[in-house]
């Protein structure tokens, strides 16, 4: 199965990764509390501590440069066969909207929290795609036809990057 690794740290010391492991696709993204690498492989991680999700649905191809967006939503442990059905209807939302690129869904290795990773042209794209109330009601957790029928044992969550160093965009 493919998987997701996921680091952290500051731009500098993931740089050197980067620089470290030339051959190998990372993905950089940044916000203004933090930057991470994105790895997605069928192999091993080159990180020594990362977060590790398997990918259950996957559509598109990573972009270089963009807006990506991570939903994080907490699973009950008994509740993840319900939720991962109810969820892979949820990627079809995307395709089709203007400035989509690519989506993951990524259940976590260790630990109870899910992740909706989102890939988009520009970060003006997403918040069109967010404000279609549709879509807009499947991630408030009130709302959701998937949280309806489970207890979350955390809130949800939203995180935006930038995909891409500083010179790129």
């Excluded at 080159?46 to 191809?61: S, V």
Aim: with cysteine.
């Amino acid at each position: 199965m493919k998987k997701v690794y996921i680091t952290t740290g500051t731009s500098s010391y993931l740089q050197r990764i980067e620089k470290k492991f030339p051959d190998i696709p990372l993905l950089f993204l940044q916000n203004v509390e933090h930057a991470l690498l994105f790895h997605e492989t069928y192999g091993k991680s080159i990180f020594k501590l990362p977060r590790i999700y398997e990918i259950i649905e996957e559509a598109g191809f990573l972009p270089s440069k963009g807006f990506a967006t991570f939903y994080y939503l907490p699973v009950l442990e008994e509740e993840r066969p319900a939720f991962e059905h109810a969820i892979k209807k949820l990627g079809k939302t995307f395709k089709g909207s203007t400035g989509f690129i690519a989506y993951r869904i990524l259940r976590p290795v260790k630990g109870d929290l899910y992740a909706v990773f989102s890939c988009w042209d520009k970060e003006s794209s997403f918040k069109i795609w967010k404000k279609h109330q549709y879509l807009s009601a499947i991630w408030t957790s009130k709302n959701v036809e998937i949280s309806k029928s489970m207890n979350y044992p955390n809130p949800t969550y939203y995180k935006g990057y930038q995909i891409g160093h500083d010179e790129e965009k």
